[in-house]
């Protein structure tokens, strides 16, 4: 398993509660996290409708060894708070997810999407500004066309480093239900969203109409059994896509077989086993997040106990199961009780899809590496370690006797608890979000 040394948390903060580094408001929480295909920008969203852009700096040329971290690159207000008067309905502005757009310029594109809404952005520099205008002087004012004798030619004078943040199109009232996901399609030029019930596909360029792709609404709402969960293009066939239910199964839809993809093309789906039946066993089989691997060969999935890795080309069976905490099957009626048994978790894949990660409680993170079989559990925790410091596995204690570096069951606290992940598309960087902090962990420079 490799060894992954922190070099920099960003404690994201607003600057009002900048004075008290314990307090944090419930807009700050982040929900999303996002690599853009390159690695060099990272993106973070929160509760309060912010999307912060992360840079990371060009190598030293003093310490070429040393890989450059990860600076605040751009901030914007990417969703307001809205009302809906025809269903009395308060749309909130947390930014449910964050797609990049492969960048075909020099600016920077992504899509963010709140529970309603979904925005395109573009992010750009600007170094140089016009001077010399004719009709106007230098404070833009219109000025008086009798004072004008002379033609000027404009120029472009050099001016500090500005980097704009603008919305380039909104796409919206297309969902009834709140989206959960987006997905942007490898042919650049589509990407869909996902709410409980639905799967929408826009052109990026078309705001004003969508195709309903998927549609699992009943005649009959009483006759409801599932819902969408998450859904994701495949990463090099613009054509086909996935999606997953809360019922734990996973449809792979080829939209070349017709335009409503109602009727998938493989449904994977592992049989429970009736032995380890129980109240819980349908809350804790949906599929909270589901991923193709970067060759489009696998599929992973997060259920709440479990990651689950499938073949493609073999619907009977999960190809490897991973438990992340199944220390927790003896808590699942407290968790019930407190609601934790609902929070969705995310997982990712490392770029050569040989490594997965996942999030948990107690801000502790997991890794399972596929070749060797190991996995590790490590901890996003500001008083664990100082920055540069290797982090050190933790383990989890169930009975008995516990020794001195593991933490019994008991005493994890459900409150920290790590959702959001990302992992760097073509190295070992991984950044975490634990609540209202960014940690950034590189894999160990020797």
């Given at each position: 398993?490799?060894?992954?040394?922190?070099?920099?948390?960003?404690?994201?903060?607003?600057?009002?509660?900048?004075?008290?580094?314990?307090?944090?408001?419930?807009?700050?929480?982040i929900?999303?996290?996002?690599?853009?295909?390159?690695?060099?920008?990272?993106?973070?969203?929160?509760?309060?409708?912010?999307?912060?852009?992360?840079?990371?700096?060009?190598?030293?040329?003093?310490?070429?060894?040393?890989?450059?971290?990860?600076?605040?690159?751009?901030?914007?207000?990417?969703?307001?708070?809205?009302?809906?008067?025809?269903?009395?309905?308060?749309?909130?502005?947390?930014?449910?997810?964050i797609?990049?757009?492969?960048?075909?310029?020099?600016?920077?594109?992504?899509?963010?999407?709140?529970?309603?809404?979904?925005?395109?952005?573009?992010?750009?520099?600007?170094?140089?500004?016009?001077?010399?205008?004719?009709?106007?002087?230098?404070?833009?004012?219109?000025?008086?066309?009798?004072?004008?004798?002379?033609?000027?030619?404009?120029?472009?004078?050099?001016?500090?480093?500005?980097?704009?943040?603008?919305?380039?199109?909104?796409?919206?009232?297309?969902?009834?239900?709140?989206?959960?996901?987006?997905?942007?399609?490898?042919?650049?030029?589509?990407?869909?969203?996902?709410?409980?019930?639905?799967?929408?596909?826009?052109?990026?360029?078309?705001?004003?109409?969508?195709?309903?792709?998927?549609?699992?609404?009943?005649?009959?709402?009483?006759?409801?059994?599932?819902?969408?969960t998450?859904?994701?293009?495949?990463?090099?066939?613009?054509?086909?896509?996935?999606y997953?239910?809360?019922?734990?199964s996973?449809?792979?839809?080829?939209?070349?077989?017709?335009?409503?993809?109602?009727?998938?093309?493989?449904?994977?789906?592992?049989?429970?086993?009736?032995?380890?039946?129980?109240?819980?066993s349908?809350?804790?089989?949906?599929?909270?997040d589901?991923?193709?691997?970067?060759?489009?060969?696998?599929?992973?999935?997060?259920?709440?106990?479990?990651?689950?890795?499938?073949?493609?080309?073999?619907?009977?069976?999960?190809?490897?199961?991973?438990?992340?905490?199944?220390?927790?099957?003896?808590?699942?009626?407290?968790?019930?009780?407190?609601?934790?048994?609902f929070?969705?978790?995310?997982?990712?894949?490392?770029?050569?899809?040989s490594?997965?990660?996942?999030?948990?409680?107690?801000?502790?993170?997991?890794?399972?590496?596929?070749?060797?079989?190991?996995?590790?559990?490590?901890?996003?925790?500001?008083?664990?370690?100082?920055?540069?410091?290797?982090?050190?596995?933790?383990?989890?204690?169930?009975?008995?006797?516990?020794?001195?570096?593991?933490?019994?069951?008991?005493?994890?606290?459900?409150?920290?608890?790590?959702?959001?992940?990302?992992?760097?598309?073509?190295?070992?960087?991984?950044?975490?979000?634990?609540?209202?902090?960014?940690?950034?962990?590189?894999?160990?420079?020797?």
């Amino acid at each position: 398993m490799k060894c992954f040394s922190r070099y920099l948390p960003y404690i994201f903060r607003p600057p009002s509660s900048l004075l008290s580094s314990s307090c944090h408001s419930e807009a700050d929480i982040i929900s999303t996290v996002e690599f853009n295909p390159t690695g060099e920008l990272l993106a973070t969203g929160d509760k309060g409708g912010r999307v912060v852009v992360f840079q990371r700096e060009q190598e030293s040329k003093n310490q070429p060894q040393r890989r450059g971290e990860y600076n605040v690159y751009s901030t914007f207000q990417s969703h307001e708070p809205e009302f809906d008067y025809l269903k009395s309905l308060e749309i909130e502005e947390k930014i449910n997810k964050i797609r990049w757009l492969p960048q075909q310029n020099a600016a920077y594109f992504l899509l963010s999407t709140n529970d309603k809404t979904v925005k395109l952005w573009k992010i750009s520099e600007r170094d140089k500004r016009p001077e010399g205008y004719n009709l106007k002087d230098e404070e833009g004012r219109i000025r008086d066309p009798t004072t004008i004798t002379t033609l000027r030619v404009p120029v472009l004078r050099p001016m500090d480093l500005m980097v704009e943040a603008t919305p380039r199109r909104i796409f919206s009232n297309a969902h009834t239900y709140h989206i959960n996901s987006i997905s942007a399609n490898s042919d650049y030029e589509t990407y869909m969203s996902t709410d409980d019930l639905r799967i929408n596909l826009w052109n990026l360029e078309i705001t004003n109409r969508s195709f309903n792709i998927v549609d699992i609404k009943p005649a009959n709402m009483e006759e409801l059994t599932e819902v969408i969960t998450a859904a994701e293009f495949h990463p090099n066939q613009c054509n086909t896509f996935v999606y997953s239910s809360s019922k734990g199964s996973i449809r792979l839809c080829d939209m070349r077989t017709s335009a409503l993809c109602d009727k998938h093309s493989k449904l994977f789906e592992e049989p429970e086993d009736p032995s380890n039946r129980s109240f819980f066993s349908e809350i804790i089989s949906s599929i909270s997040d589901v991923k193709f691997s970067h060759s489009g060969r696998y599929l992973m999935t997060r259920d709440y106990l479990t990651v689950k890795l499938w073949d493609i080309n073999m619907e009977s069976k999960p190809l490897e199961t991973y438990q992340v905490h199944d220390y927790l099957r003896s808590k699942l009626c407290s968790l019930y009780e407190n609601d934790c048994i609902f929070d969705k978790f995310e997982c990712v894949w490392n770029g050569t899809d040989s490594v997965l990660m996942t999030g948990s409680y107690n801000n502790f993170f997991r890794m399972f590496d596929r070749n060797t079989k190991r996995d590790v559990t490590l901890e996003a925790s500001r008083e664990n370690s100082k920055p540069r410091a290797i982090l050190k596995p933790r383990k989890v204690c169930i009975g008995g006797k516990r020794r001195k570096d593991e933490i019994s069951v008991d005493s994890l606290d459900f409150s920290k608890k790590i959702l959001h992940t990302a992992w760097h598309p073509n190295e070992n960087i991984i950044a975490v979000a634990a609540t209202n902090n960014l940690y950034i962990f590189q894999d160990k420079v020797n």
